[in-house]
């Protein structure tokens, strides 16, 4: 497959992958007993009530415009209003609706038949293994081989609705992994969500029975990725490590599936940043497996800045003179030590007429740039971050930046032609100027923007300029900086002045999810290190990530990464600490009590429920 083709090919995956999907747990019952269940850790034997379970489905249409549902469990085809929960779905606007299921119900003609008519468009069966000795033993349960392939069997058959499978690769199966996927496609699936098991509930009280070196088994599992690669073939990796899947980059997992798993956890993570009550997995020897422990980071280290008072710029977004006014959008002034407000204006005098105090830094983004701020009418400590050629020629292609006035240049394909084109107006500018390569929330966007190569880039430009946003081993002979600790107003709910869970997850994907290769461990900085950009790596591979080794750039990266962080980066797999409650936004009250989580709602309804039964019956008068 062609690169251009592999390129088309992941950009429609990057579609599919964003359709707008709500995931609702209909059940924490099951009737199978997975070794390496992820969900022992949840409250078991739930059925929720009907009308909790309409009520969520409603929020996802309402709250999260989802054209997709999937009703999950536990098993949640044995919830005994599953079919009615399908009608709905459908009634209220999804597109589709999905179920993932050990298949035990729909083996049975009458249920497969009306979930169908109900409105199911498509079901994931979970196949562990390719004999029944393998799939029941990993289930827990005898028959369970043959009751899924009737009902996946009947599926297929009768080519009604999509069937896809998926398999929980561990240490059990990972062996057999390319025989369970053979299987499958001679029955006539095509699609596969290859999962990697995670240290969640059963699965790591199992953990030396199912985790695994996937080094030891790489030949094995790039053959089945691989399949990827035929037209008629999809595979899916599912909380797979990135750093596995070098040469097959096109395979790791789209970083919006991070807001899938933040939206499944959103009371729990709502409870660490309002009463600092840490995840019940939180725990070193679980977090260095954990598919999410990266979004754990971020969300430490943005409550660490708000309580050091750590941030720099307060990012408001758009500003329009005659609508805007800085004692309304920060009333109670910069939060959580910002000395600079980030705006984004149509052109950069619109600066002049903003009523910013002159104390205040204003770090700017013009759509255009017609002209350099006059000094006289705007006094601020000024950073101007652009990213289009045009802009470039009007800051640096006069004799002198005025007086605190810097640039930021957005590193882009455009901006770095430009600037190999007019090095010598870069090299006057020098001490002014920063390069900060930013990170994309999509793939497309990716593609669209990033530099070819930047070590080359930087190789070719041959100036010792301020860079930030990506590792050493690409910027060569620079100055390494942090990149700007920039927090945007729009991560908070601004009717409690609290972070919004869904906003922080968003704001990981952008900035703060990263990724090595399995040979950064050879680099001289690599626990100082975060990697590169997560859709920098789908896009342009993990090739160009050179461990650092010896000779003098590599000595001087050293030298420099050391300055700027004389300790690696807390992280939860080494056993950072929880954090504090952070403060409010300034004019907002401390966080507020929140409600109790549904699903232990659920079972404190259920077990009191169950004490009123028992003392009925002791209540009773003898027969």
Not at 258 to 274: A, P
């Amino acid at each position: 497959m062609d690169s251009e083709h592999l390129k088309d090919r992941m950009l429609e995956r990057e579609r599919v992958a964003n359709v707008r999907k709500h995931w609702v747990r209909l059940v924490t019952a099951c009737n199978s007993r997975c070794v390496f269940c992820l969900d022992t850790d949840t409250p078991r034997g739930i059925y929720l009530l009907e009308d909790d379970v309409k009520r969520e489905l409603q929020r996802g249409r309402d709250e999260l415009n989802a054209d997709k549902v999937i009703l999950s469990g536990g098993e949640g085809s044995i919830h005994p209003k599953f079919v009615d929960f399908v009608r709905y779905a459908k009634e209220i606007g999804y597109d589709r609706v999905q179920t993932v299921t050990n298949g035990v119900m729909f083996s049975q003609l009458d249920f497969y038949r009306a979930a169908v008519d109900a409105g199911l468009g498509e079901i994931t069966f979970s196949l562990h293994g390719h004999t029944p000795e393998l799939h029941d033993r990993l289930t827990g349960t005898e028959g369970a081989f043959r009751k899924l392939m009737k009902g996946m069997m009947r599926a297929l058959r009768e080519g009604q609705i999509i069937v896809n499978v998926d398999v929980c690769i561990n240490k059990q199966n990972v062996a057999y992994i390319d025989q369970i996927v053979d299987l499958c496609l001679k029955v006539g699936v095509t699609e596969f969500d290859l999962l990697h098991v995670i240290p969640q509930g059963v699965a790591f009280e199992n953990r030396n029975d199912l985790f695994y070196d996937p080094v030891e088994h790489l030949p094995r599992l790039q053959k089945v990725f691989g399949l990827n690669r035929h037209p008629g073939v999809v595979i899916w990796t599912n909380r797979f490590p990135v750093e596995f899947l070098e040469g097959l980059e096109d395979l790791i997992q789209d970083p919006h599936k991070m807001l899938d798993e933040v939206n499944g956890r959103r009371h729990q993570i709502q409870r660490y940043l309002d009463e600092a009550t840490p995840l019940e997995c939180r725990d070193p020897e679980r977090c260095q497996y954990c598919f999410i422990e990266p979004f754990c980071n971020t969300a430490d280290r943005v409550i660490g800045r708000q309580n050091r008072s750590d941030w720099e710029v307060w990012w408001v977004g758009k500003a329009e003179p005659d609508n805007w006014s800085y004692a309304e959008v920060v009333p109670a002034g910069l939060p959580y030590g910002c000395s600079y407000i980030g705006v984004e204006v149509d052109d950069l005098p619109v600066l002049e007429s903003l009523d910013i105090p002159d104390s205040v830094g204003i770090y700017a983004k013009p759509r255009q740039l017609s002209r350099i701020v006059n000094r006289d009418a705007l006094a601020n400590p000024l950073l101007i971050s652009v990213g289009e050629p045009e802009q470039l020629d009007v800051l640096l292609g006069t004799d002198a930046l005025p007086l605190g006035v810097d640039v930021e240049i957005q590193l882009n394909q455009r901006t770095a032609a430009w600037m190999l084109q007019h090095r010598d107006l870069v090299e006057r500018h020098l001490s002014r100027v920063r390069v900060h390569q930013t990170g994309y929330e999509f793939l497309k966007e990716a593609i669209a923007n990033d530099v070819r190569d930047p070590a080359q880039f930087f190789a070719e430009l041959g100036l010792r300029i301020a860079v930030s946003g990506l590792p050493a081993c690409l910027t060569p002979d620079t100055e390494l900086r942090e990149a700007p600790k920039v927090l945007a107003k729009a991560m908070f709910d601004m009717s409690n002045g609290r972070i919004n869970t869904r906003e922080l997850a968003r704001t990981h994907v952008k900035e703060g999810y990263w990724g090595k290769s399995l040979r950064c461990r050879d680099c001289r900085i690599n626990d100082r290190c975060d990697g590169a950009h997560i859709n920098f790596l789908r896009d342009q591979g993990f090739a160009q990530l050179e461990p650092l080794g010896e000779g003098t750039w590599a000595a001087n990266a050293e030298e420099q990464i050391l300055g700027l962080r004389p300790q690696p980066p807390a992280r939860l797999r080494d056993g950072k600490p929880i954090e504090r409650v952070a403060p409010s936004l300034p004019g907002f009250e401390g966080p507020q009590p929140l409600p109790e989580e549904p699903l232990l709602v659920h079972t404190r309804k259920a077990r009191e429920a169950r004490e009123r039964r028992w003392q009925q019956l002791r209540d009773a008068p003898p027969a």
